[in-house]
DNA sequence: CCTCTTGTCACTAATATACTCACAAAACGG
DNA sequence: CCGTTTTGTGAGTATATTAGTGACAAGAGG
């Protein structure tokens, strides 16, 4: 448990490097550059047990990637640009790719996406729901119904509610403690708040939306107890679309059943 | 040439996809699901000519990323995410792993990195080149002189020399048109403007500059003439660090003598 | 009840990548 | 100056990942 390879920086860096696409040489020869400052082949393969003579093919790798720079001497000298300016370089990079493959997407796109959907849909992984979530708040135009867990409501969604709300889409909300209400009130001066359905805490559920009454989804912590809070694998979801899909239609009755309660109008 | 893979949407998001570490079978099926909005294994397998038993194993790999959704029925029906929203999970995704990496460096990184460096080092690929040239300028404490071709002198560049200019480093610019320098003007106004040494245009060179005097870069656009101006991997520049440093030791004599003999203090 | 489709599994083929070794040219050290 | 070590390059082998194929049981539909 000393060196878990979660834990220890130099594996962790490695790990990224590779998932951004370099080689395993390419990655540790960084890495033990990056920590070396500046260094011969030799001393790279000393360290970071790369064989030698693929120490050039990897810096060969890493110069063309910009992450290196190279001392013409003999012997050749290697220097690794700064933690800063690598992932500057990274990113700058995938921000780039990131809108080519939006474009290229966007123009196969077929021009109207399910209007009616039958069927519920599932997504996992607390980053992929609260993506659609944040999808579902975006295109609200009138009214969104909105009940979650706290540890769910991220400054990120408070933004998404925010911009619904100055759209002019009235926003019904539940299931936040007293403090984080405040917030909220404070942020998003339109949005009524009502009281949870059921004894929303106890059970392992998270969170439960409703858009212009005609999508819906609803999630739920599945190791919610006291495992890891943080898990960005532990939420599941549902949602479905459509005037006549049975999971919007049955949500539908409930809040509109609940609300109209509160809030007669 | 009517099917080039560079140009066809098609190709473009297939090879982004795969880039962000997809499997050439996940990428396929999520661009066929994307222009088909959503479908079957078999309408997916048609459409994208991935093997219908493999595209289960794609749709799982896509699924655990968040990319698609599946409806739980017989057969089947994956749901792709929008572009927008797709192109936004992988900016996420890797800007949270940029921010890991950068904190992995630099617990890596040696306090002290290269104090007087012998020798002069290359880089290749202007936005390399760029990258080290930002580092350079924000690294500038009192004087910086900067040397460049129009095309080179970017936005990001500019920003950069304002933020060092409102340090007080002393700002000393050549090489731009007309046009240009009125711009640097009103975003700088505390640079100095002064005639470039040689016929600067006429020749292929990039860009020259110093850093307090003991940093120097100079580059050059190696396939600059009528070839392609906008492509990435056309410059080349070499620098060096240090007091000592030969290159240093030869520009500063020439910039000082330049300086001194125009501005005279 | 028969047939076609669907989803899963076990397997082979291809390919990329990790790793080793041999060798010439260049530095080093008497 | 000559033997020895170090350095950089290239060819070649092993291994792991991923692409691609086919068999089959369960389920849907006529």
Do not use: C
């Amino acid at each position: 448990m000393s060196n878990n390879p979660d834990e220890d920086p130099q594996s962790v860096a490695i790990q990224q490097l590779e998932r951004f696409g370099l080689s395993a040489y390419a990655a540790r020869t960084f890495v033990a550059l990056a920590s070396l400052g500046t260094g011969t082949a030799r001393d790279v393969s000393q360290v970071s047990e790369v064989p030698r003579t693929r120490v050039y093919d990897a810096i060969d790798e890493l110069h063309d990637r910009g992450l290196v720079d190279i001392l013409q001497s003999s012997p050749k000298q290697f220097w690794a640009i700064s933690a800063e300016t690598a992932s500057g370089t990274f990113v700058h990079e995938l921000e780039h790719r990131a809108e080519l493959l939006q474009t290229a997407l966007s123009e196969l796109e077929p021009t109207e996406r399910r209007a009616e959907q039958r069927g519920v849909w599932t997504v996992d992984g607390q980053t992929a729901v609260t993506e659609r979530v944040l999808e579902f708040i975006a295109s609200a135009e009138e009214e969104l119904v909105y009940m979650t867990v706290e540890d769910l409501l991220t400054d990120e969604l408070i933004d998404g509610l925010g911009e619904a709300a100055e759209r002019g889409v009235s926003i019904h909300l539940a299931g936040v403690s007293a403090e984080v209400q405040e917030h909220i009130q404070e942020e998003i001066p339109g949005a009524t708040m009502f009281e949870s359905l059921w004894v929303w805490s106890d059970t392992s559920a998270g969170r439960l939306m409703m858009v212009d009454g005609r999508k819906t989804l609803v999630s739920a912590l599945v190791n919610g107890e006291d495992a890891s809070p943080s898990d960005p694998r532990s939420e599941t979801a549902i949602w479905g679309e459509g005037d006549t899909n049975s999971l919007v239609v049955v949500l539908k009755a409930i809040f509109t059943w609940r609300l109209d309660t509160e809030n007669p109008n």
